[in-house]
């Protein structure tokens, strides 16, 4: 099956702090999803962006499938983006998502 | 804002005992699916649905078992719990059509068999 690598696994900020959070993918995938779960399990769906590039707020994300990776961009990071945040791939013919292992963000004021 | 609501938010249990953990959604949503998550780990599909009457088994083997009798409604249970069901269970729902469309979380219900 497809195989989906997040990095880096673990990534801690100072509040105001910019990051890049990548997702690497084995395979061509019908759409792309980032996720982000705070410290209380709530998972939130940040983007769905099978190719191209979206933005929301301080947030956006950039898809380039031909080379099978995904980019999420957090500008002026807030302690509220802390959590995890998942990146999840649906294969061609297969109607269901798989997930990375996450990226762990700590921000810190 | 999604609308899918999952009870109870956390169940404390013995061993032995069935178990039956809900999910609904107000969105008209065809597809339903069912996710294991350890703590701090990635999420695991266990069942999912494409609409009434439909149901699959995920790609993680589990012991449970679902039903999809009604649109907005995929309980999940378990006949006989044991402590290797401890774990997060999270619900989830996508509209119809091809591929899976975006799909919006409940907030999960946190399982622990004593």
């Known amino acids: 099956g497809i195989q989906v690598e997040q990095s880096p696994p673990d990534l801690i900020l100072q509040e105001g702090a910019n990051s890049t959070l990548r997702c690497n993918f084995s395979?061509?995938?019908?759409?792309l999803q980032w996720f982000h779960q705070n410290p209380w399990g709530q998972l939130i769906n940040l983007f769905y962006?099978?190719?191209g590039t979206k933005q929301n707020g301080r947030l956006s994300a950039t898809t380039v499938a031909t080379e099978r990776y995904s980019l999420l961009y957090i500008s002026s990071s807030q302690t509220t983006d802390s959590g995890v945040y998942f990146c999840?791939?649906?294969?061609?013919?297969?109607?269901?998502?798989?997930f990375g292992t996450g990226t762990r963000l700590l921000v810190s004021p | 804002e999604a609308d899918i609501y999952q009870t109870p938010r956390y169940l404390v249990i013995g061993t032995g005992k069935k178990i039956t953990l809900e999910c609904s959604q107000t969105m008209g949503h065809d597809k339903m699916y069912w996710y294991q998550q350890d703590p701090g780990m990635e999420l695991h599909l266990i069942h999912y649905?494409?609409?009434?009457?439909?149901?699959e088994k995920g790609d993680l083997s589990s012991e449970s078992t679902v039903s999809r009798i009604r649109t907005e409604h995929f309980p999940l249970t378990l006949e006989s719990a044991r402590p290797s069901h401890t774990s997060q269970y999270l619900c989830?729902?996508?509209?119809f059509g091809m591929g899976t469309g975006p799909q919006h979380f409940g907030d999960g219900t946190r399982l622990s068999i004593l």
């Open positions: 999840a791939v649906e294969e061609y013919g297969f109607q269901k998502l798989v």
């Open positions: 649905s494409y609409g009434v009457n439909s149901t």
């Open positions: 395979d061509s995938v019908n759409n």
């Open positions: 962006i099978p190719s």
């Open positions: 989830a729902s996508s509209e």
